[in-house]
């Protein structure tokens, strides 16, 4: 035990150990660090404190976001031995999901035969009367159209007619009940409107009652697909020229005079295709209110739920028309970058034929499913059984009905689910085909002699990669839209100050929905076809390597991906847009359809028009995704190539390193100089910067560093100054180490000569003066590591300048004097040329 004397004495001592200032070693230097007073008592604490405040904890977010700084999938890549593109040597990725595939079609497989055995696709657009049978079928073939005889007194009592009558008065009688009996039964005849091949009372009672039966769940499917089954021809031609606009614009666009002004076309008539449908739907919901609701009718309530659908999706295509020009406006500028990797996509798809001739084999495949789906539901909506039931004005008080199955009509959810994932399949296939074409064409120096054969490719895929095929698909038919809504949320959540405890409490309730977020929905996405195609890894492997690839290279590449998607979108709408209007037109105004049925048994013309225009945008993406997809792949590759060559060694094309390393750099206005005058002003602004950093003082330390074997000299006042105004310049350009490759050193002007020992530090500011930037190499703010080719890597003491507030950045690479790019017309050549052979000897 310690006695009074003692205890006192350690306390003291504690206290005095804690007012030590601490000593932080670096190359025999030492750097003196403050530190505070944690008790400024002499008296022992009662219990113990925190030393740290809430603001010091990192919030949900940050803690994800160094997750990912420390993540081994968030490396620069490293090439392996004798890399030459994708790898040979392959092996099958998720295999798992294969099983899960032939579980959903062995389901869809006993679905479709049950369908087809019970469906009746004439249900669809003809009524049936009270023997059961079907009107303009069979022996009531001339006898199209179907009769409500007194829908007041039994609706179920209907029978088949010639024409719908045009007057009120006459007695209508029924026709044999059997075949066999005749029967005297007879009803006053009522004056009727047309509707497709349905005969609509004008009194307004029966008229009310004959709408609400028509106007069920059931009947409201049934007679959409009616109108689809009375225009498949139409539709049919509907789908050709989708497929033909789709690949006129390919063509088209190879042509580099007219691919700009085609672009903007395509964009200014998808904004006037989202105003003409909101149209057209607007002139369907008059239609149907003028027919249906006549005097004596509640006006609010006649035109029932089908007017209200179509005035919503007036008003929902007229403000989607409304938000895209706005977007596009603000955009405007930014969209002509967009266009220019367009561009660049086009000349290499131009170069690899089979990029452009595979879409037509993906487009065929896609349209057998299209019609295969549209038979399907056809039957689907009409399976059911006739029963005998009981009436009360008719002969012998009975007559027969049908009963359409519930469950069979369920399952066009099922249905609708597995088409949609066969077609995200098909076009998944084939982004997976282009992506391993782009990367044998990219990592190969011959680029010209590249052929890439069909059978060979589509079988290695096939056979090592359908399961991630069929992951992906799925991913992407369910987890898109909650991935976008997490995106946005967590943007929105990140902005605010992550200290405030309102900002803490709102991450913290919502944990669960980040954490999936974090973990593996923001992984979702096409980039993740790249990497599978390339190195042959897993999914999820490849969508995290592929993530953060953009992650670490988003300062070069800038909001390119999200650009050439939105263009790429609107040319799908313009063209799914082109392909559909003349649909509606010709319905509206021509007699007959192609194969002679009549267009008046066509209910709505919108109906055929909307599903060839949600066709039309499946085969424009085919085809337009072909630009999607090569825009990515050549993203990634670019960054790769970057990452893991450097010189002679890479493989980019010239074309496309140009392009990239000129959307690498900040806008456009940000690094033109705009008149001469400030160009002078830059020019001896820094020479006089230079002049004073080559003869300042090689040995000279900051004031918070001083050197252990030395004593510390009381210093002058203009001493301090000139000291002071030095360690402003040098706080952004410490560094302790140096590159073995090529003597490239990190933040030194051009005309810098390097010396023996690196201990110079380079202005902060040295106006526009000199811009240049090698785009191989990824630089990382803060204590991080900066990647080289060659995998050297440069481990940074303090912050390097932002690029948007540095007003050059130099990373001189003495190996390769290509990556040098000029930026401005004050960089001297022979003065650049002299120090690249001075630093290579």
Same mark, same amino acid.
């Given at each position: 035990m310690l006695n009074t004397t003692e205890l006192d004495q350690t306390l003291k001592t504690n206290k005095e150990a804690l007012e030590i200032p601490k000593l932080i070693v670096n190359s025999s230097k030492i750097t003196v660090a403050s530190t505070n007073n944690l008790n400024n008592n002499s008296q022992v604490?009662?219990?113990? !404190?925190?030393?740290?405040? /809430?603001?010091?904890?990192f919030s949900r977010l940050e803690k994800y976001e160094e997750i990912d700084r420390n993540d081994e999938l968030n490396l620069p890549f490293v090439p392996p031995q004798g890399f030459k593109g994708p790898v040979v040597d392959r092996k099958a990725t998720d295999k798992a999901w294969i099983g899960l595939f032939l579980i959903v079609y062995v389901l869809f497989g006993v679905y479709s035969y049950f369908v087809i055995a019970g469906g009746n696709p004439?249900?669809?657009?003809?009524?049936?009367?009270?023997?059961?049978?079907?009107?303009?079928?069979?022996?009531?073939?001339?006898?199209?159209?179907?009769?409500?005889?007194?829908?007041?007194?039994?609706?179920?009592?209907?029978?088949?007619?010639?024409?719908?009558?045009?007057?009120?008065?006459?007695?209508?009688?029924?026709y044999d009940t059997d075949h066999m009996t005749v029967t005297s039964f007879c009803y006053i005849q009522m004056q009727a409107d047309q509707l497709g091949y349905y005969c609509i009372p004008k009194e307004p009672k029966s008229r009310e009652l004959v709408f609400e039966q028509l106007g069920s769940t059931r009947n409201t499917m049934r007679r959409i697909g009616s109108d689809l089954w009375e225009s498949w021809d139409v539709t049919l031609c509907g789908f050709g020229l989708s497929i033909f606009l789709s690949y006129l614009? !390919?063509?088209?666009?190879?042509?580099?005079?007219?691919?700009?002004?085609?672009?903007?076309?395509?964009?200014?008539?998808?904004?006037?295709?989202?105003?003409?449908?909101?149209w057209l739907f607007y002139l369907e919901s008059i239609r149907a209110y003028n027919f249906r609701c006549i005097d004596g009718m509640n006006p609010d309530t006649c035109g029932g739920q089908i007017v209200t659908i179509y005035q919503i999706l007036a008003v929902v295509f007229l403000i989607l028309g409304g938000i895209y020009l706005i977007v596009t406006i603000f955009l405007f500028k930014r969209i002509q970058r967009g266009i220019s990797l367009l561009k660049t996509a086009q000349h290499i798809?131009?170069?690899?034929?089979?990029?452009?001739?595979?879409?037509?084999?993906?487009?065929?495949?896609?349209?057998i499913v299209c019609c295969l789906a549209f038979i399907l539901v056809c039957f689907a909506m009409t399976v059911g059984t006739i029963e005998l039931t009981r009436a009360k004005y008719i002969d012998g008080h009975l007559l027969y009905k049908i009963i359409y199955n519930d469950y069979i009509q369920l399952g066009l959810i099922y249905v609708a689910f597995t088409v949609f994932f066969t077609l995200t399949l098909i076009l998944t296939m084939n982004d997976m085909f282009t992506s391993y074409a782009l990367s044998v064409w990219f990592f190969t120096k011959q680029k010209d002699t590249v052929r890439i054969p069909y059978c060979f490719s589509f079988k290695t895929l096939f056979r090592y990669h359908f399961g991630t095929c069929v992951f992906i698909a799925?991913?992407?038919?369910?987890?898109?839209?909650?991935?976008? /809504?997490?995106?946005?949320?967590?943007?929105?959540?990140?902005?605010?100050?992550? !200290?405030?405890?309102?900002?803490?409490? !709102?991450?913290?309730?919502?944990?669960?929905?980040?954490h999936a977020f974090e973990v593996f929905l923001r992984y979702i996405s096409k980039h993740s076809v790249v990497q599978v195609a390339i190195w042959s890894e897993p999914y999820y492997q490849s969508a995290k390597k592929a993530y953060f690839l953009i992650f670490r290279n988003q300062e070069k590449i800038k909001d390119l991906d999200f650009l050439q998607t939105l263009i790429v979108f609107q040319i799908r709408m313009a063209t799914a847009f082109m392909a559909s209007i003349p649909i509606y037109i010709y319905i509206n105004f021509a007699e007959s359809t192609f194969m002679g049925k009549p267009t008046s048994g /066509?209910?709505?013309?919108?109906?055929?028009?909307?599903?060839?225009?949600?066709?039309?945008?499946?085969?424009?993406?085919?085809?337009?995704?072909?630009?999607? /997809?090569?825009?990515?792949?050549?993203?990634?590759l670019y960054c790769m190539d970057s990452e893991m060559f450097f010189g002679e060694q890479r493989f980019v094309e010239q074309f496309i390193r140009e392009f990239m390393e000129f959307v690498g750099k900040i806008e456009d206005k940000e690094w033109k100089i705009g008149f001469t005058r400030q160009v002078k002003f830059n020019q001896d602004k820094f020479n006089e910067k230079l002049k004073n950093y080559n003869e300042s003082d090689n040995d000279s330390e900051s004031d918070q560093e001083f050197d252990i074997n030395e004593?510390?000299?009381?210093?002058?006042?203009?001493?301090?100054?000139?000291?002071?105004?030095?360690?402003?310049?040098?706080?952004?350009?410490?560094?302790?180490?140096?590159?073995?490759?090529?003597?490239?050193?990190?933040?030194?002007?051009?005309?810098?000569?390097?010396?023996?020992?690196?201990s110079k530090k380079p202005p902060e500011e040295l106006g526009n003066a000199s811009q240049s930037i090698i785009q191989d190499q990824t630089m990382v703010a803060g204590d991080q590591t900066m990647a080289l080719g060659s995998n050297k890597q440069l481990r940074l003491k303090t912050p390097i300048l932002n690029t948007s507030q540095q007003s050059f950045q130099?990373?001189?690479?003495?190996?390769?004097?290509?990556?040098?790019?000029?930026?401005?017309?004050?960089?001297?050549?022979?003065?650049?040329?002299?120090?690249?052979?001075?630093?290579?000897?």
């Open positions: 604490p009662e219990k113990k !404190t925190t030393f740290f405040r /809430i603001e010091d904890k004439n249900r669809l657009a003809h009524g049936m009367d009270f023997r059961g049978e079907i009107c303009g079928i069979g022996s009531l073939k001339n006898k199209p159209f179907l009769y409500y005889a007194g829908p007041v007194v039994d609706i179920d009592v209907t029978w088949c007619i010639r024409q719908c009558p045009p007057s009120t008065g006459r007695d209508t009688c029924m614009f !390919t063509v088209l666009a190879k042509y580099e005079k007219i691919a700009t002004g085609l672009i903007w076309g395509a964009i200014i008539f998808a904004e006037a295709g989202l105003i003409i449908y909101g798809i131009q170069v690899l034929s089979q990029i452009r001739s595979f879409p037509f084999i993906v487009a065929f495949i896609g349209l799925f991913n992407l038919m369910f987890l898109t839209i909650p991935q976008t /809504i997490m995106d946005y949320s967590r943007s929105i959540m990140r902005f605010l100050p992550q !200290t405030s405890s309102c900002v803490r409490y !709102t991450q913290a309730s919502c944990m669960a929905c980040i /066509i209910e709505s013309p919108i109906i055929p028009t909307l599903y060839v225009f949600i066709c039309g945008m499946f085969f424009s993406n085919i085809f337009q995704g072909s630009y999607d /997809i090569t825009c990515k792949t050549i993203i990634q004593d510390e000299e009381p210093q002058s006042d203009e001493k301090k100054a000139n000291k002071k105004n030095k360690n402003q310049d040098d706080q952004y350009y410490d560094y302790d180490e140096k590159v073995d490759r090529g003597n490239a050193f990190i933040g030194l002007p051009l005309e810098y000569k390097p010396k023996n020992e690196v130099i990373l001189l690479n003495a190996n390769d004097k290509s990556q040098i790019s000029q930026v401005s017309d004050l960089d001297e050549k022979p003065k650049r040329e002299k120090i690249i052979k001075k630093q290579r000897l």
